[in-house]
Structures are given as C-alpha cells and as structure tokens.
C-alpha cells in the first residue's frame, strides 16, 4: 500500500478563492477593506519569510496588510505601546505579533495586550476559553487548517483516536480542545474524537501512537514520527517544519512512513499553507465583529 498524499496547497487555494469571493462582498456591502497589521520585532529569517507570505496571501485575497517593524532591541514597553495603538486604530481589525519574539520581551504579556476582538491568532486567553468551551470567535489558524484538511478529505474524525504528539500553545493544546468538541462549523464528523496528547513526559511513546486512527506530529524534531511508530493504514498529519542540511523537512519520515500509512500530508504543501488561510478567514471574522 502507497499512503494517500493530502494535498494541503490544492486545499488550501479552494479555500482562498471562497475567502477572497466573501472579502469582496463584505468590502463592496460595508465599504469597508479588511485589514491585517503584522508585527516583526528584528530579522529573524523564518519570520521574514512567514511575514511576506501571509502580505502576499492578504493581497491576494483582498485583504489590506500592514507591516509594522520594531528593532531587535525593542523592549516590551515598546511592542505594548505598539500594540496598544493598533488596538485603538479602527483601520486596522487583525493583529499579528509575529513570534518568536526576542528574549528581552515576555511573549505573554504582548499576546494578552492584544485586543481579543482583533486577535485573529486566538491566542488570548479570553479566545483560547471560548474555544475550549465550544464557542469560538476565531480558531486557531494552525489546527483550524488540520481540522480543513481532513474534513475537505473526506476523513472523518468522530469516534476516532487521534493522538497528538506535541503539547503546545499554538498547535497541540488548540487541536486537542478543537477534536473533542461535540460540534463545529464542519458538521459533528469533523470533531467528537477520542483525544490522547503526548508529549516529552509520555512513558512509551510508541505503544501510544501506534493506536491512532489518526496521528498528529507537532513535535518540531525532523523525521521524529519513523515507521515502526505507526498504526498500517493511519491518516498523519504532519505539523513540523524544520530546516534541515536536506531543505524542509516534517516531524515525519515521510519516505520511511509511505508503505504502512493509509494517507499523510506532506512537507512542505500540507498543513503549512492552511495555516495561513485560516489566518485570513479571522481576519474577515475580525472585520466583521468589529463593523457593529
Ligand atoms: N510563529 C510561528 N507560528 C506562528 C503563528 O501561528 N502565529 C504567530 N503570530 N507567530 C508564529
């Protein structure tokens, strides 16, 4: 058996053409531009190029995108005054702090001082509890773009055992509060699983992943997720981006791993793209709460 390959940039473009098409009738109905104000603080390579694809994506969708840079040696009353300005500026409805953010800054304190009707990462707490109590304003962009993916698949995840390895803020606990859910926007098929979070504690990690219906790799180690790890015929959904001597590789050994899953989803052309189109659906979502 040969895996499936989830084509998360196909998936990921039909989403875009829905989201550029309501863009357009929110833009022409309220007269009214939804805007994206991203925050780099210094010349990190990866967010260099994260910035200038989520513009180019923004453009592309019309959607206006705002750049707003800070020096490597901005201090965290800089970025909070920043911030605090974008949260009073009614041209702007999203607001982006790109991290990781340099170790002078409590990334913290930043992320709770944006706005949470503009805070299109849903990483305040305030939008972290609405999810996890089942009433988003704004899914997190990373496991929103898992939960399209398989859903635009045709896997259905209701009563399945998804293991997630990795217990992080932006993806693994998100993902985990998402997938047992009773409902979502996707219908009951695409949450109602049966949910097991590992991570660098986990005793016997393989004996554990081995059970997934569907395996989620957000570990951020290159090709830590090997063959002998997984269940024959799983779904893999690979969420690890690591710059490699080999170029970009995922958490998953995608070649030692394509005779024994059932379908997977490469790196890079999987989740990575989604991300960013879940990113421009709240930032719609944002212009919308903020129209009233
Ligand atoms: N850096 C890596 N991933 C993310 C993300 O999802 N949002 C932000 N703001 N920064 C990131």
């Not at 833009?27 to 939804?34: C, E, F, G, I, N």
């Not at 305040?124 to 089942?134: A, D, I, K, M, S």
């Not at 590789?249 to 989740?271: K, R, S």
Request: hydrophobic share 45%; glycine share 8%; net charge negative.
């Amino acid at each position: 058996m040969t895996a499936r390959i989830l084509d998360g940039k196909a998936i990921s473009a039909a989403i875009r053409q829905e989201i550029a098409a309501d863009v357009a009738e929110y833009t022409q109905q309220h007269r009214v531009t939804p805007c994206l104000a991203a925050v780099l603080v210094g010349e990190d390579p990866a967010s260099e190029v994260y910035v200038r694809n989520k513009q180019r994506a923004c453009e592309k969708a019309g959607i206006q995108s705002q750049l707003h840079r800070l020096p490597v040696d901005a201090s965290e009353s800089d970025l909070l005054t920043r911030v605090g300005q974008l949260n009073q500026d009614s041209q702007v409805h999203g607001i982006l702090v790109q991290l990781p953010l340099p170790k002078q800054i409590d990334e913290t304190q930043v992320l709770d001082a944006v706005h949470p009707w503009k805070d299109v990462d849903a990483f305040h707490p305030e939008n972290v509890g609405l999810v996890v109590q089942g009433r988003p304003r704004f899914l997190p962009c990373t496991p929103h773009g898992v939960l399209q993916i398989l859903h635009r698949s045709e896997i259905a995840v209701a009563g399945k055992q998804v293991v997630i390895v990795g217990r992080s803020e932006i993806v693994g606990k998100p993902l985990g509060n998402m997938l047992v859910q009773r409902g979502s926007e996707l219908g009951p098929q695409a949450v109602n699983a049966t949910v097991t979070i590992c991570h660098s504690r986990t005793a016997d990690l393989a004996q554990i992943t081995r059970q997934a219906d569907i395996l989620v790799a957000a570990i951020g180690q290159a090709k830590f997720i090997t063959a002998d790890m997984i269940k024959p015929g799983a779904v893999l959904i690979d969420v690890g981006i690591n710059r490699t001597d080999d170029g970009l590789v995922g958490d998953i050994d995608f070649e030692g791993v394509l005779d024994v899953a059932g379908a997977i989803t490469p790196v890079p052309g999987g989740v990575g793209p989604l991300t960013v189109t879940m990113l421009l659906r709240n930032t719609l979502t944002a212009a919308k709460i903020q129209l009233a």
